[in-house]
């Protein structure tokens, strides 16, 4: 996974073995044998990959683009996966998805939707907040 997850993050920020290489102290062989599954870089290493690439060093190590096809994603962005829409539209949003963006049982969810970028979710209460500062923004000039 590693190997695979760097040369696609590589090229994908086209950037060479050698570029990479400089950009982290290493030699451009190392870089290629990483690549390759040859050997792994140490720990020091991912976490400079991973800060070079801007993704986490979890996702750099163990993200699997089996599922998704997908490569891995930049930091602080997550594919939880697929869900299906029930009968009557409901959707059950994965355990990972609900821990990580800390949602409980009857938390409500404001839905978003772009006909050409898809729906997206968002938290009431942050949504809440949101509407509140701009209502305050706009409120100051008055």
Request: glycine share 8%.
């Amino acid at each position: 996974m590693l190997n695979e997850n760097l040369l696609t993050i590589r090229k994908l920020h086209k950037l060479s073995q050698e570029d990479v290489a400089e950009k982290i102290g290493v030699s451009r062989q190392a870089v290629a044998k990483w690549e390759n599954g040859e050997t792994a870089p140490d720990i020091y290493n991912c976490k400079a990959l991973a800060d070079l690439f801007d993704v986490s060093l979890d996702d750099l190590v163990n993200f699997s683009s089996e599922n998704t096809g997908l490569p891995v994603p930049p930091k602080g962005k997550y594919i939880f996966g697929v869900v299906t829409v029930g009968e009557k539209g409901q959707i059950v949003i994965p355990k990972k998805a609900r821990d990580v963006f800390d949602l409980k049982a009857g938390d409500g969810l404001v839905i978003l939707g772009d006909e050409e970028q898809g729906l997206a979710m968002i938290k009431a209460s942050a949504m809440m907040n949101l509407m509140q500062n701009i209502s305050d923004f706009f409120g100051k000039d008055k």
